[in-house]
């Protein structure tokens, strides 16, 4: 998805080899020594052709082209290979430093980027920039310096046929230099459209199991087919413009060099020019020939790379979610009322146990339209002005660009919301599909910020506490029960750690999920496969729960825990809640009103509104809506 034309220059490289300053200096002295020595040869040709004329003692002259020869190749081979080897040490940094990023960014990026995309930017783009550095910065330098000199033996040994050689270097580079922006822009689509085929076939391949139920493989590959041939298009478009680069200035060079050799051949035989010299100047001519050569493949790998960079930058510039970040906002009143209870434990909030209480005041929310989406992308594009990386106030800009409560974008999700979950009680949030249930838990772990509106846990608002003490004190079960690939230990630890064997198999116990353990000789360490391939939807679910009672946290959220059990497990899992829940705050999305007739209190959501909150038995009295529900469940014999 291209969201920016933001262009990277080659400044914005450099902080990436920062940390590799003392092995590229390295690099620069031998390459240093290997340009001399690739300068060094012609002189000694020159030599030995004039001294062999003159019928003089040439020997020396021999060794010394043996010894420079042998030694060019060995600091060339040196100068490759420190030079793959901090490439990729660079390459390594840029994959943490963006893998770091991606985990660190807020929920609504991924609502509106592709995985596939993200993806690729890790794996291809990356590798791209690897070749900034092998085939890139030093062969331009070392290029560079082999042409100047060549340049001024050149010019010392015959002016006029520099003159010839330098007309047409001057033609050529004008070209390459033409076509240079347009490489830029070609490489940015072939890899834009690298990072769609790429999630096109995570699409397919995440999606593998209805695609085959519903004997969709044709069609799918079709649509990923498009995408490839997209890509193959932007391939070609780029192969024509790097194929015309060679052309160019291998005329304008095979050019000079049969001119120079008429008119030095002439010169010889006139007696103007020795031998000697002659072949030294077109050895010298091969010098400069070959740099550029080699600068003209540089500079095309260096626009591929520089397109890559910019990709990568486009995600290094997103405010991440500062999960330890607390806004002291509103009038010192406020904040004096808050900061006491604030500083009452170590992490910032008041004791756990005690005061958990939620408070859900008067919210709205919409989530982000694509308009706002490409308010952000403007957003990101004016931060990158301000500087490099994620500065505060350019976060903080994009951060209000996508929270804006005036705006319009999507529709209302949450309208005007408000209701109360008193410490260690049960509340259950129900109603129709889309009515806002889980936008409301989502809002709870603040994966978004209200548009409108305020809650708060145990008194203290929201946003003044830190995502990351929020989210610790916060055990969430999701609607679609997550697995992660890995083992059954992998994801029981991810929010645990520190947790034992034997507490695992507690745990796996209590959810009804023992056998799973013993299933094996793997034990605790069964592979769960892909995505959790290999378990069923109801041991996802049970897995889900046997993590977040593992993690042991005051609040439990829970979004549709029971829909995917048998009844009896979902009787096992509802006394485990039972126990669960004596000493924690529990809010749980139900559709079975069964599940949490005996809650102490429901909230009745529709159309992003609340329409009743009662006890089951007072909502049978007083909510149409809960009535409805309840009678269509059969558990009540009318509505
Ligand atoms: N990430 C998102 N981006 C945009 N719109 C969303 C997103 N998630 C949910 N919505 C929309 O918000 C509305 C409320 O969704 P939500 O998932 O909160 O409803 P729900 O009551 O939990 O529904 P269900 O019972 O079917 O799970 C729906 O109209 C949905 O399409």
């Known amino acids: 998805m291209k969201t920016t034309t933001q262009r990277a220059t080659l400044r914005e490289f450099f902080p990436y080899l920062r940390g ?33 004329s003159a019928s003089e003692p040439a020997t020396v002259f021999v060794w010394f082209l043996v010894a420079i020869t042998l030694g060019g190749a060995v600091f060339g081979a040196a100068q490759s290979y420190l030079l793959q080897r901090t490439a990729e040490s660079v390459v390594l940094g840029v994959r943490r430093s963006l893998v770091g ?31 900034v550095i092998t085939s890139g910065l030093f062969e331009i330098v070392s290029s560079i310096l082999m042409f100047c000199a060549a340049v001024v033996l050149m010019v010392i040994i015959d002016p006029l046929l520099f003159g010839i050689t330098l007309t047409a270097v001057v033609l050529g580079a004008g070209g390459v230099l033409f076509l240079g922006r ?20 995570e699409r397919g391949l995440s999606g593998i199991r209805t695609i085959k139920a519903s004997v969709a493989e044709e069609r799918e590959a079709a649509v990923i087919d498009v995408e490839a041939t997209k890509a193959f298009r932007a391939g070609i478009a780029m192969a024509r413009l790097q194929a015309a680069v060679q052309p160019i200035m291998s005329i304008c060079i095979q050019g000079a060099f049969i001119v120079v050799l008429a008119v030095g051949g002439i010169r010889v035989a006139a007696g103007e020019l020795q031998l000697g010299d002659l072949i030294a100047f077109i050895l010298y001519l091969f010098l400069l020939v070959m740099p550029i050569g080699s600068a003209m493949g540089a500079f095309v790998q260096i626009q591929s790379g520089l397109a890559a960079l910019d990709r990568i930058q486009e995600i290094a510039r997103l405010a991440p979610e500062r999960i330890d970040e607390r806004h002291l906002t509103g009038s010192p009143d406020a904040v004096a009322e808050h900061a006491p209870r604030i500083t009452d434990t170590a992490s910032g909030l008041p004791d756990p146990r005690s005061g958990s209480a939620i408070d859900v005041r008067d919210v709205s929310f919409r989530y982000a339209s694509a308009e ?6 403007a957003a990101e594009g004016s931060s990158a002005d ?13 951060d209000a660009a996508r929270v804006d409560p005036s705006d319009d974008g999507g529709p209302l999700v949450l309208d005007g919301v408000s209701f109360t979950v008193p410490a260690g009680s049960r509340t259950a949030l129900v109603g129709p599909s889309g009515a806002g249930k889980s936008t409301v838990l989502a809002l709870l772990e603040r994966f978004y910020e209200p548009t409108g509106g305020g809650i708060s846990l145990g008194g203290v608002p929201l946003p003044q506490i830190a995502r990351s003490d929020l989210r610790e004190r916060i055990g969430l079960v999701e609607q679609e029960a997550p697995v992660l690939s890995g083992t059954l230990a992998d994801n029981l630890r991810l929010a645990a750690p520190g947790a034992g064997d034997d507490q695992l198999r507690r745990v796996l116990a209590a959810v009804g999920l023992d056998a799973l353990g013993d299933r094996s000789d793997d034990g605790l360490e069964l592979n769960l496969g892909e995505d959790g391939i290999r378990l069923s939807g109801g041991q996802r679910q049970r897995l889900a729960w046997a993590r977040v009672i593992l993690a042991d946290r005051p609040v439990l959220l829970m979004d549709e825990p029971t829909s995917a059990v048998d009844s009896r497990t979902e009787q096992l899992l509802q006394q485990t809640l039972g126990e669960a829940s004596r000493d924690r705050t529990v809010v749980v999305v139900a559709h079975r009103l069964s599940t949490v007739a005996d ?7 529709d159309q992003g509104r609340v329409s009743a909150i009662g006890t089951h038995d007072e909502l049978l009295g007083t909510s149409e809506l809960y009535r409805d529900m309840a009678a269509r469940q059969r558990l009540v014999t009318h509505a």
């Open 101 to 131: 990023q991606l985990l660190a960014l807020p929920i609504r990026e991924f609502d509106r980027r592709r995985v596939g995309d993200l993806m690729s930017r890790v794996g291809s783009d990356t590798t791209l920039m690897r070749s």
């Open 372 to 377: 706002d989406d490409a308010t952000a992308a």
């Open 386 to 398: 301000s500087g490099r990386g994620t500065s505060g106030a350019a976060a903080a800009n994009a």
């Open 20 to 52: 590799h300053v003392r092995v590229l200096v390295l690099v620069a002295v031998v390459s240093l020594v290997s340009t001399g020595l690739s300068i060094a040869q012609p002189l000694m040709v020159q030599q030995l052709v004039n001294a062999v």
């Open 599 to 605: 809650f102490d209190q429901i909230v009745v959501l």
């Open 182 to 201: 347009l490489i830029r822009t070609r490489s940015r689509d072939v890899q834009d459209a690298v990072g769609s085929m790429t999630a096109a076939v």
